[in-house]
């Protein structure tokens, strides 16, 4: 269906919802109105994902309990048909399959004015801050929507912010004809390493403690997979490298272990990417391991907006990604307890989910 009727003023639809300061989230049914801004659209989700962040937000932890205000619709990577649109809309129509950017910015603070809208100073993040995706309808500005190709896989449109985040982290420093390593294969991780082989990374090696993602990161084609329980990861990352270290860290790990250990074996002017988020402390020697060795760090906030977004579209509908690989598990919304624990179990890839037209009673 294109559109929907225009004296159509509410949708009734159901929804994953974190009303609860406990583990988990609650199905149930909720009424969105159609009453749009003028720069505002509708869209009917066609498929989400489920992210890291919706792990944290699923288990409660720390940082949930002092981010979120409950309730709150969860999610935050879609793609879905737009069905409505305000009455200034310029840049979609009625029937684009979209993706979007997931971080609403206001555009006129410092950052956004200078064309660093990722590091907005009044960002407001969909599923965070604001009502999400994990629902059959949402709303959202029509800056923030980018037009899918309609030839493209409807499981790999909605895994597009994720995967943007793998290429902010990782183009942010030349690849092409470089060593990088890659620490951490969660979802995001594996992106990561596929996007440096895409864009012609020499050799890629992998860091992963998971022998479930160990084995996806193979299956992608990294060139080399390190278990860094098993393998003193120093050595070995040398030993590939000709004793001179990787050119290129994307760290995606958040592991204080990991982090403090990639900086002995990036090389002399190398170059960190860093999205993971550690919980510790990260303890480092300044002097030796980064200001006398020439490294350069980049810390990485969501994607550049919106740069970020042409290169992953050129990249997805260009076929060299593992997508079909890389997404695992394909779940109905409405088992989204269920995909909670299957991400928290380590034991998947990218998990996308399915919403549906029912109404529970």
């Known amino acids: 269906m294109s559109g929907i009727p225009e004296d159509t003023k509410t949708l009734t639809m159901m929804a994953a919802v974190k009303d609860r300061p406990e583990k988990g989230f609650s199905w149930v049914k909720k009424t969105i109105t159609t009453d749009l801004g003028d720069h505002e659209v509708l869209v009917k989700i066609m498929r989400a994902s489920f992210c890291g962040t919706d792990l944290h937000i699923y288990d409660y932890n720390e940082w949930a309990r002092k981010r979120l205000k409950l309730p709150l619709t969860v999610g935050h990577e879609f793609s879905g048909e737009i069905v409505k649109i305000g009455k200034d809309v310029t840049k979609v129509r009625i029937g684009d399959i979209v993706s979007a950017e997931t971080h609403i910015v206001c555009g006129t603070c410092e950052f956004c004015l200078r064309g660093e809208g990722h590091i907005c100073e009044n960002t407001k993040i969909i599923g965070v801050d604001i009502d999400g995706c994990f629902a059959r309808y949402l709303k959202m500005p029509e800056q923030n929507c980018f037009i899918n190709s309609k030839s493209v896989n409807p499981l790999f449109l909605s895994v597009q912010e994720p995967l943007g985040n793998a290429v902010h982290t990782i183009a942010h420093f030349p690849v092409t004809g470089k060593t990088v390593a890659i620490v951490g294969c969660g979802p995001i991780g594996l ?67 990991a982090i403090e250990t990639l900086f002995k074996y990036v090389k002399l002017g190398g170059c960190v990417s860093m999205l993971g988020l550690p919980s510790k402390t990260i303890e ?78």
């Open 191 to 257: 992106m990561g390493a596929d996007v440096a082989k895409a864009l012609g990374a020499k050799k890629v090696i992998a860091i992963e403690v998971n022998e479930y993602r160990r084995n996806l990161a193979k299956k992608i084609g990294v060139d080399v997979v390190i278990d860094p329980i098993r393998e003193d990861v120093v050595t070995r990352v040398l030993a590939e490298t000709g004793g001179k270290g990787v050119d290129v860290v994307g760290e995606f790990s958040g592991s204080k272990t």
């Open 284 to 361: 480092l020697d300044f002097s030796n391991d980064i200001i006398f060795r020439g490294i350069s760090i980049y810390g990485v906030v969501g994607r550049r907006i919106y740069d970020t977004w042409y290169q992953v579209k050129e990249l997805v509908e260009s076929g060299k990604l593992h997508l079909g690989d890389i997404i695992t598990h394909v779940l109905p919304l409405k088992d989204i307890n269920l995909a909670g624990e299957i991400m928290g179990s380590g034991n998947s890839g990218k998990i996308v989910l399915i919403p549906g037209d029912e109404i529970d009673e």
